[in-house]
């Protein structure tokens, strides 16, 4: 690690750590920027370092939101009767039982979206190009509208969560610590992933798939556990979301579609797919703008993010970190030798 | 007479109403160079395209190495170490050469848990000893798309080497690249069948190149195989030099 990427981590964490005490009252807005992170990080996986647009990663977010919520509730109580009420009924969590069904919950929402994943990776991967962006954003809406319309579930009246057993405060700084975990974690993963062979088999796809085919690559393989690992952090995310929110509900909620599903592609795009830094700057950009333009442009703000988009998309394809690559391409191992330097390995001839 | 690499089995492939391969049967002896010529458009690409299991044939039979492939996947038959190129010269373009190399190490034992594994010393090692085979190795750092088309070539031919094939078909690979520097791939191609014992098997446009190069030549013309032999044999042949002049 160099010194710069050493000081920036250390920042970063200083940050992560101070942010909630110095900021008390953000505290949920800069917990929702780590997930808007862990979103970018998870995104840029299928999207930027394999070549797989994914419109419909938010299905995982959802559907561990679901998971998770159906266990908390499960645990104590019967799920239907419980949704069918409104929140009419108000059942009481000891604080072991909602932290049992919490940490239950989380667990089986990763292991669910995996389980799912790998389901959908055997229909959505015989597809590609425009049409697996299109088959995974037709997998989102029908999720979402499945969820709706199935009653155990509560439906489109949604499902009010167990209530956090401690003070607001206490609240927010449980949920602020658990999305800076897996966003760190989230983030370290991949940084390894990237470096061993499976960064370069992702690569290898996006740059062309028939190619790697042909060299005997096991490429369904690659696709399956990379969506896998997006599929396992969303979530995660989903279920911690849902129980910070406190309320949830299909469309808004747990499957927002225009929102959360196209800031997750918006945010790589901006800061520089296929890269690792990228999409982290991507997320931390785009949120603050997102968050400044709901508070001085409210009624204006998804022109002034559509605007954003489309900006980026026509005249910056490559990010911020994309273009810094182009320019400065030693920054990032690319390095362009003379031909008279040492010209040769030990061994010649092969 | 030595063991044969490749059989085919009176192949058939018709796109719609068009015959591209009709009835041809062939056979590539283990260790050799063998050619494969005919005019634009008589089916050589899509012979490869068979063999190498890019689409299912209509009939017909193709061994390699007395194991029938025709029902196997692209990425199935390479593990078994028949290994093609392609005549648009494909690479990854945003990765480095090295990089190109690495990807291209063979994956007939890979597991599940290797993909999490970094590339052994000795893999990086054989990569930069086969791009210096190459004549790349200073460029081993470059992204690949940054290279001539002529290099481009070479790193494919590098590729292919690196994933250990045990016979190798190359669309046109001299095709696109400057007089000067075909010598020394028609060099680099003997060197690899003899060194490695890897059998060729090419499709070539260039006769000079294929009748230096090869010791049987097939010739198709209009999707039938019309002719085969020696390289002196198919050079006078009339029929071939009809299919390629049209008769006078």
């Not at chain 2, 007939?108 to 190459?134: C, N, Q, W």
């Not at chain 2, 890897?198 to 260039?206: G, M, S």
Request: glycine residues 10%.
């Amino acid at each position: 690690m160099t010194p710069r990427s050493r000081i920036l981590h250390i920042a970063l964490l200083v940050f992560a750590v101070t942010a909630p005490f110095v900021f008390p009252n953000y505290t949920v807005a800069i917990s929702v920027l780590w997930m808007m992170v862990m979103f970018s990080l998870t995104w840029d996986t299928l999207g930027g370092q394999m070549g797989y647009n994914s419109l419909g990663n938010i299905t995982f977010f959802g559907l561990g939101m679901y998971i998770s919520a159906v266990t908390q509730i499960a645990i104590r109580y019967d799920v239907g009767k419980y949704t069918a009420a409104y929140g009419a009924i108000k059942v009481d969590f000891t604080p072991h039982q909602y932290y049992l069904g919490l940490g239950l919950g989380i667990a089986l929402a990763a292991l669910g979206c995996v389980i799912v994943a790998v389901i959908l990776s055997w229909i959505l991967f015989g597809l590609r190009g425009p049409y697996f962006a299109i088959g995974t954003l037709g997998v989102a809406i029908a999720a979402a509208e499945l969820t709706a319309a199935w009653g155990y579930v509560g439906g489109g009246g949604g499902i009010a969560m167990p209530v956090f057993p401690g003070p607001p405060r206490e609240r927010g700084l449980f949920f602020y610590a658990g999305f800076v975990l897996v966003a760190i974690v989230c983030y370290l993963f991949l940084r390894w992933l990237y470096g061993t062979r499976f960064g370069l088999a992702l690569n290898a796809i996006r740059d062309d798939e028939d190619k790697a085919e042909a060299l005997g690559l096991h490429t369904r393989r690659y696709k399956t556990v990379a969506w896998c690992t997006s599929a396992f952090f969303l979530g995660i995310a989903g279920a911690l979301f849902g129980n910070m929110t406190g309320f949830i509900e299909p469309l808004e909620v747990a499957y927002p579609v225009l929102t959360f599903n196209i800031f997750m592609v918006a945010m790589p795009l901006l800061g520089g797919k296929g890269t690792l830094w990228g999409p982290i700057l991507g997320a931390v950009l785009f949120d603050v703008l997102r968050e400044a333009t709901w508070t001085y442009l409210l009624g204006w703000q998804y022109v002034a993010l559509g605007l954003l988009i489309t900006v980026n998309v026509v005249y910056f394809q490559q990010g911020i970190l994309g273009w810094v690559r182009a320019k400065k391409p030693e920054w990032f191992g690319v390095r362009v030798e003379d031909s008279n330097v040492k010209a040769s390995p030990a061994r010649s001839g092969a | 007479m030595s063991a044969l690499a490749i059989e085919l089995h009176n192949v058939s492939k018709a796109y719609g109403a068009i015959v591209a391969n009709r009835d041809v049967s062939l056979k590539v002896e283990e260790g050799s160079i063998t050619g494969l010529i005919g005019p634009n458009g008589s089916g050589k690409t899509t012979l490869f395209n068979s063999i190498a299991g890019y689409h299912p044939i209509d009939s017909g039979s193709i061994l390699f190495e007395g194991r029938e492939i025709s029902k196997l996947s692209v990425q199935q038959i390479a593990r078994l170490g028949l290994v093609r190129t392609f005549q648009q010269t494909r690479i990854f373009s945003k990765m480095d050469c090295v990089h190109n190399l690495l990807i291209a190490m063979p994956h007939r034992d890979s597991e599940y848990g290797h993909m999490f594994r970094h590339y052994p010393p000795e893999t990086v090692e054989k990569a930069e000893r086969l791009l210096e085979f190459v004549g790349l190795y200073s460029k081993r750092r470059l992204i690949a798309g940054s290279l001539s088309f002529g290099q481009q070539k070479l790193l494919e031919f590098a590729m292919a080497l690196m994933n250990e094939p045990k016979a190798l078909l190359l669309d046109e690979p001299t095709a696109g690249i400057n007089p000067t520097l075909i010598n020394g791939l028609i060099d680099r191609l003997k060197r690899a069948n003899e060194e490695f014992g890897i059998t060729l098997f090419v499709i070539e446009h260039n006769m000079r190149v294929v009748m230096n190069l090869a010791q049987h030549i097939y010739c198709l013309s209009r999707g039938e195989l019309l002719a085969h032999g020696s390289p002196d044999r198919i050079q006078n042949d009339q029929r071939v030099v009809e299919a390629y002049l049209g008769t006078q």
